[in-house]
């Protein structure tokens, strides 16, 4: 008989929300992450996920007592949950870093900052994408 | 050809902030996309990032499948001496690549 055949549809690998949690778990070993200090420059829109401008800056006054000692960035539904971590120093002068990321859905970006005083901050922004970037594309 | 683009100011004041801003041409390969026939396209992308100046490391990153092809980033740091910066790129399958740019601090 021509039955109910079951369609089994592989779903790509996706981050889920618990992995974000335990990207961030993994950076911070489980200390508090509280919001602020931290500002995250991405595009509430974007068109094309495959490359998405995007801005970490960390209110700081970068001095040797009082610095950033590094930069974390993470998503919540590409197939991995880091995208980068910036490792910095009181001689940047300045607690900023660009780069471009790939994003596989519309999603939420997390930067968080560790400093020198062993606190972590963190500021997250929302963005929707129109063509994601194609993780499932046939070359 | 692996080729990068560094942009460094020539000259700076001592104690000047300036930024830096690098590119390395990188296919950045994920590892999640397959071929037609079904084959996963193993990963190709460039791990790390380093930046020295006069041998002392400065800046360093991560980076993730989820850094757009061709690697594009910016930092920013204090001058206080004349000197050589040296960037360092270093991926999967041996891909390993360096830069320099001078600068003249006054």
């Given at each position: 008989?021509?039955?109910?055949?079951?369609?089994?549809?592989?779903?790509?690998?996706?981050?889920?929300?618990?992995?974000?949690?335990?990207?961030?778990?993994?950076?911070?070993?489980?200390a508090?992450?509280?919001?602020?200090?931290?500002?995250?420059?991405?595009?509430?829109?974007?068109?094309n996920?495959?490359?998405?401008?995007?801005?970490v800056?960390?209110?700081?006054?970068?001095?040797?007592?009082?610095?950033?000692?590094?930069?974390?960035?993470?998503?919540?539904?590409?197939?991995?949950p880091?995208?980068?971590?910036?490792y910095?120093?009181?001689?940047?002068?300045?607690a900023?870093?660009?780069?471009r990321?790939?994003?596989?859905?519309?999603?939420?970006?997390?930067?968080?900052?560790?400093?020198?005083?062993?606190?972590?901050?963190?500021?997250?922004?929302?963005?929707v994408?129109?063509?994601?970037?194609?993780?499932?594309?046939?070359? | 050809?692996?080729?990068?683009?560094?942009?460094?100011?020539?000259?700076?004041?001592?104690?000047?902030?300036?930024?830096?801003?690098?590119?390395?041409?990188?296919?950045?390969?994920?590892?999640?996309?397959?071929?037609?026939?079904?084959?996963?396209?193993?990963?190709?992308?460039?791990?790390?990032?380093?930046?020295?100046?006069?041998?002392?490391?400065?800046f360093?990153?991560d980076?993730?499948?989820?850094?757009?092809?061709?690697?594009?980033?910016?930092?920013?740091?204090?001058?206080?001496?004349?000197?050589?910066?040296?960037?360092?790129?270093?991926?999967?399958?041996g891909?390993s690549?360096?830069?320099?740019?001078?600068?003249?601090?006054?």
């Open positions: 008989m021509a039955g109910a055949v079951p369609i089994v549809t592989v779903r790509p690998a996706e981050a889920t929300p618990a992995m974000l949690a335990s990207a961030i778990r993994n950076v911070t070993n489980g508090a992450v509280k919001t602020g200090k931290v500002k995250l420059d991405i595009p509430p829109l974007v068109e996920g495959n490359t998405v401008p995007m801005t800056s960390v209110d700081s006054p970068m001095a040797p007592e009082d610095h950033v000692a590094s930069i974390h960035v993470f998503n919540e539904k590409n197939p991995q880091n995208i980068g971590n910036f910095l120093g009181p001689h940047a002068g300045r900023q870093v660009s780069t990321v790939r994003l596989a859905d519309s999603q939420k970006i997390v930067a968080i900052a560790k400093l020198s005083d062993g606190s972590y901050w963190s500021a997250s922004a929302d963005v994408v129109t063509l994601a970037a194609c993780t499932e594309e046939l070359i | 050809m692996a080729s990068a683009l560094i942009n460094v100011p020539a000259k700076a004041k001592r104690g000047d902030i300036i930024e830096i801003k690098t590119l390395m041409s990188h296919i950045m390969e994920t590892g999640y996309r397959h071929t037609a026939t079904g084959e996963v396209v193993p990963r190709d992308i460039i791990t790390s990032f380093t930046c020295r100046f006069n041998g002392a490391e400065i360093r990153a980076l993730f499948p989820a850094i757009s092809a061709n690697p594009f980033i910016t930092f920013f740091t204090t001058v206080t001496q004349s000197g050589k910066f040296e960037f360092e790129w270093i991926g999967d399958k891909f690549e360096t830069a320099s740019a001078s600068i003249t601090v006054e």
